[in-house]
């Protein structure tokens, strides 16, 4: 239960999130959850070298590039490379190290926790805004459409 609470804390608490490995192709997973979360009033900071622009947000080549307060830092990077991104989530002053979903890494997890950040580990954020905050459907959009009646097409 303790976990459900700390999630939606950081959720309300904190708006504006880093993508570190964004990618610019709609069907990747990092585009997918990053769209969501701006549409649903976070800022999306980018953070990938390879891109100038995605989401129509100005992409940066590293945390330190950012001008302005991140309040998390999401990672969508393989494991071994999130040790160096919570040193750089420590050194900008970021609240929340995020690692997604296949992304377990304990000394990243260490280095954050010991610089007070909460962290999240192997969880989606996208998954966990829409199943704490009512975004989720069966198959995993809430389309706003509820019936139970069967639909039949125009002849």
């Known amino acids: ?10 959720l ?9 490995g964004l990618s610019a192709d709609w069907f990747r997973p990092s585009y ?23 989401l129509d947000e100005t992409c940066y080549a590293s945390l330190a590039d950012i001008p302005f307060d991140v309040d998390i830092v999401d990672v969508f990077r393989k494991p ?3 040790p160096a991104i919570a040193q750089e989530a420590v050194a900008i002053g970021a609240k ?13 997890q260490r280095i954050a926790q010991d610089a007070g950040l909460t962290v999240v580990m192997d969880r989606c954020v996208k998954i966990e805004h829409a199943r704490l905050f009512g975004g989720l459907g069966w198959f995993g959009v809430n389309t706003g459409v509820i019936s139970a009646q069967r639909q039949i097409p125009p002849t």
């Open 1 to 10: 239960m303790s976990e459900i609470r700390v999630l939606k804390q950081v």
């Open 32 to 54: 997918f959850a990053a769209k969501y979360m701006q549409a649903h009033g976070y800022r999306i900071v980018p953070v990938n070298p390879k891109y100038p622009q995605i």
């Open 12 to 20: 309300k608490q904190h708006r504006t999130i880093a993508v570190v």
């Open 96 to 108: 929340v190290l995020w690692l997604q979903l296949g992304v377990v890494n304990t000394d990243a």
């Open 80 to 82: 071994a490379d999130t």
